[in-house]
């Protein structure tokens, strides 16, 4: 579903990625690992053209795309959900997932109930502003709103940052369900290795904006992967 190869990245003269290749396929899980400061969430922000990449390509269901801002990728089926999940506080559950329905034709703007489903708590507090939610009801929030766009695409950034345990548990939950569909592509970053590791199919660790493994967790271990994403 997405490949990327030999991707760069600078922020002005720094190069933060150096010639980045991987695949992820649909109906997989793809795992970027890496501690603090190694180009993740940079990575992530050049897939979904928040940073516009200076080189390199990327191919997604077959196309190959030029660099290109975040709503024109939106519309092509990639969806983030970004570090510290990014909701308006003064809007309700309601108008934050209305807004995906921007990149999406006007036949496609409501909620499907799939995402009620999955994250009941949304529709118990669908007229609640987003600001007046806990924080993970507001990462389920920021997921039901990627979901809401149709993503062949799917980005999620640290999603259980400063999340509950019992929260934490359902997410993985969702993220193995919409994997099970066979439809997307998940590409996870995420620094709590237990999590990632578990539900990972296929992991990417980067070290100074490098990828310096990529694997099928089915071929490797986790003594294998650990001391390469620990400081």
């Known amino acids: 579903m997405l490949t990327l ?18 695949e992820a396929k649909a109906g997989a899980v793809t795992c970027v690992m890496g501690t603090n400061g190694v180009g993740k969430t940079s990575l992530i922000r050049a897939i979904c053209g928040q940073h516009l990449r200076t080189g390199g390509r990327m191919v997604l269901d077959g196309e190959e795309l030029p660099a290109m801002p975040a709503h024109k990728l939106a519309q092509k089926g990639v969806a983030v959900v970004p570090q510290g999940r990014e909701i308006f506080p003064q809007l309700t559950v309601r108008e934050n997932m209305e ?25 118990d507090f669908i007229d609640r502003r987003g600001g007046d939610l806990s924080g993970g009801q507001q ?8 979901l809401i766009t149709r993503p062949k695409l799917l980005l999620l950034d ?18 193995r369900l919409l994997r099970d569909r066979g439809d997307m592509a998940i590409v996870l970053v995420e620094q709590y290795f237990d999590f990632a590791y578990e ?16 694997g099928d967790k089915a071929s490797t271990s986790r003594e294998e992967v650990l001391p390469k994403v620990s400081v």
């Open 5 to 22: 190869d030999d991707f760069t990245l600078h922020y002005g003269h720094s190069q933060i990625l150096h010639g980045v290749s991987l």
């Open 99 to 123: 807004t995906g329905f921007s990149c999406l034709p006007k036949s496609d703007h409501h909620i499907p109930d799939e995402l009620f489903d999955l994250f009941p708590i949304l529709k």
């Open 139 to 146: 990462q389920q929030l920021a997921i039901a709103r990627a």
């Open 158 to 175: 640290e999603p259980t940052e400063g999340i509950q345990p019992n929260v934490i548990q359902q997410i993985g939950e969702v993220i």
């Open 199 to 214: 539900l990972a199919d296929h992991i990417v660790v980067l070290r100074r904006g490098e990828v310096i493994f990529d």
